[in-house]
């Protein structure tokens, strides 16, 4: 995405920073306090896509298409300005700094232990008045690096993302992860709640909660304190007015846990899981910790809890050795519980995974025609779920205001557009539901 917080026009191209962040959330919190840290240094922050004095990518490698599109960015940020300092930084230089030094025109190579360096690595190259001939590479061993200090103050959206948490344990078979941002390293629960207190404080009425491995957190502590106490916190934050939670381990959703988020006055009723499968033989390949049938119970019982719920999920379709038959378990799987939203993505081979290596790979061809059965599985499932939601009212927060069009999104996540000469940026309306283009939900204003 192309960083545009702070539409600040600046003359001295030289002191204008272009940010483009590819991956999760927690890169996009960690490019907003690379930004700031930047204004604090008396930097403007421009568009990636205008001429810029110095480019920073904040680069993702989950998939081989990751890959690609960081190597783009890169190569697209010298052709702005050829004479531009280029930074790189982020989990595809964290374990492929060489590769990332061979792209003409990288200044500075970092990983993700260091991103809080970047300002000094900039000023730096600023004094020598030159670019390097050759990249200058600062990438530590992630394993034994402690939690980066970061703290931010503001959000290019009206949800602010806080990360809470970095690094991952688990070993599943098909993830680079743990190898690009090391084991978990969680951050101190006064902490947190001090940042999401000061966004609140600056007017942000929506706070998610994300990290490498979001139900983790807490896992190093010593007072044995996790996720669900840093909930109970942030929920009694005046002021606050949704929390979300990032993307969580279907493991995470047992009875206690899910009880303490029914019990939150402030919680989004929304859940993104990571599933990957709805095959529980394919789970366990892939090395994760519950079968489909327990994802299922759990899912159940959180709708008990907490009705009308909606859930999001990542799906990884052609996994080696998925047959049709585990394929069409998953497209069931779908069907029954009811997904709002999927994030589905073929199986992409990672050096240095047990997966790569593995026998009965699936051949392309096949995994974009289940690609394609599994998206028209999930319209199915939207467009049933949305018939029952038309005619409701729901409380949105715009976040979005263009053309005589806002669009926002209800506590349970639904996106909603509505027609207004209005700018509702940041508020919240009554809205009642009129329709649905299989993606958007349309209304209007009670």
């Known amino acids: 995405m192309d960083f545009e917080v702070f539409k600040i026009g600046t003359n001295d191209i030289s002191r204008r920073v272009g940010i483009m962040t590819l991956g999760c959330k927690v890169n996009q919190y960690e490019s907003q306090a690379i930004a700031e840290e930047f204004q604090k240094n008396g930097f403007v922050i421009g568009r990636f896509s205008e001429k810029c004095g110095i480019y920073i990518i904040n680069t993702c490698t989950v998939t081989a298409e990751s890959d690609r599109k960081t190597r783009q960015m890169i190569r697209r940020a010298a052709r702005h300005n050829p004479k531009a300092y280029v930074l790189v930084t982020g989990c595809y230089s964290q374990l492929n700094p060489g590769k990332t030094a061979g792209i003409d025109g990288v200044d500075f190579i970092c990983g993700n232990s260091n991103k809080m360096r970047l300002v000094d690595a900039a000023l730096g190259l600023i004094a020598s008045g030159e670019k390097n001939g050759a990249a200058d590479i600062k990438v530590d061993d992630v394993m034994s690096a402690p939690l980066e200090q970061m703290t931010i103050h503001s959000s290019e959206r009206t949800r602010a993302f806080v990360k809470i948490e970095d690094g991952c344990d688990n070993r599943c078979a098909y993830c680079t992860v743990p190898l690009a941002r090391g084991h978990v390293r969680s951050k101190p629960l006064d902490d947190v709640v001090a940042e999401v207190k000061g966004l609140v404080e600056n007017g ?72 990957q499968s709805g095959s529980s033989s394919v789970l366990a390949a892939m090395r994760r910790k519950y079968n489909a049938e327990t994802a299922e119970k759990y899912i159940s019982y959180i709708r008990e809890k907490i009705p009308g719920i909606t859930f999001n999920a990542d799906i990884i379709v052609g996994f080696p050795g998925e047959t ?79 053309d005589g069009i806002a669009i926002g999104h209800t506590p349970d996540f639904l996106e909603v557009a509505v027609i207004t000469s209005d700018d509702l940026h940041n508020q919240v309306k009554t809205v009642k539901l009129n329709g649905f283009d299989g993606n958007v939900f349309t209304g209007f204003i009670v």
């Open 204 to 275: 942000y009425r929506e706070i998610v909660l994300t990290g490498i491995e979001t139900a983790s957190y807490g896992k190093d502590f010593a007072d044995g304190k996790g996720l669900a106490d840093l909930l109970s916190e942030v929920d009694n934050i005046d002021g606050i007015e949704r929390i979300r939670l990032g993307s969580l381990d279907p493991s995470m959703m047992k009875p206690e846990f899910v009880d303490k988020l029914a019990s939150l006055k402030h919680f989004a009723p929304n859940l993104h899981l990571s599933i």
């Open 324 to 402: 049709e038959e585990n394929f069409n378990e998953t497209v069931e799987f779908i069907r029954r519980v009811k997904l709002t939203h999927l994030h589905a993505f073929p199986y992409s081979k990672r050096a240095g995974t047990e997966a790569f290596d593995m026998e009965d790979q699936v051949p392309d061809n096949i995994k974009t025609e289940r690609m394609e059965k599994l998206e028209a599985a999930q319209r199915e499932v939207l467009y049933g779920l949305a018939e029952g939601y038309i005619g409701e009212k729901r409380e949105v927060l715009f976040e979005l205001c263009e």
